[in-house]
């Protein structure tokens, strides 16, 4: 029963997601890669905006509604959010999510784990981590601490439990912030 219930849960929530970014004015569009999605992506928009038209973070969207997160990330901010691809989400979320109170705190936080206050993109994330002798740290709205290290090129950053994920686009400019896309769902 509990396995039947969180494919219908998803599937509910992807229409009611669809619904609300409707109401919201946001064209959701089908999936693609995380190139065509940061390209679909404007400066003059917000960061619930512009994930909900990517097409490659719908997921997110909804674990953000399900969360009660829509209204913080239309705010002001201004806001840092790596934001995973609907791969390595929608991965993590099937069968680890239901409607419970508990659950909802659980993916609030795993959201938010993902956020950091202040607009930073990825020359201020490599002065960071230059001042900071090759790892900077960096405090979520979740109060968890990301480690932020550069090996050649890429930038990685690192959750408490010390899974990695890299970002694989940086400085996506929103109206409220930025969107970092990475290529992992950190602190699960």
């Not at 009660?68 to 680890?96: C, H, R, V, W």
């Not at 002065?127 to 090759?134: H, Q, Y």
């Amino acid at each position: 029963m509990k396995k039947l219930v969180f494919p219908l849960l998803f599937v509910f929530s992807t229409l009611v997601v669809q619904a609300q970014l409707v109401a919201f004015g946001i064209e959701s569009r089908g999936s693609g890669n995380v190139n065509s999605a940061a390209s679909r992506m404007s400066p003059q928009k917000n960061i619930v905006e512009n994930l909900g038209s990517s097409g490659e973070h719908t997921s997110l969207v909804m674990a953000i509604q399900s969360a009660d997160l829509i209204e913080l990330l239309q705010k002001q901010g201004p806001y840092t959010f790596f934001a995973p691809s609907n791969e390595s989400f929608t991965k993590l979320m099937q069968g680890n999510i239901s409607s419970t109170d508990e659950d909802k705190k659980k993916l609030n936080r795993l959201i938010k784990s993902h956020i950091v206050f202040g607009r930073l993109d990825a020359n201020a994330l490599i002065k960071m981590i230059k001042e900071a002798d090759g790892k900077a740290s960096l405090t979520t709205l979740s109060g968890d601490v990301l480690q932020v290290t550069k090996k050649g090129k890429k930038i990685f950053l690192t959750d408490p439990q010390g899974k990695q994920s890299i970002i694989l686009l940086p400085d996506n400019e929103q109206s409220n912030g930025l969107i970092h896309i990475i290529d992992k769902v950190l602190t699960q």
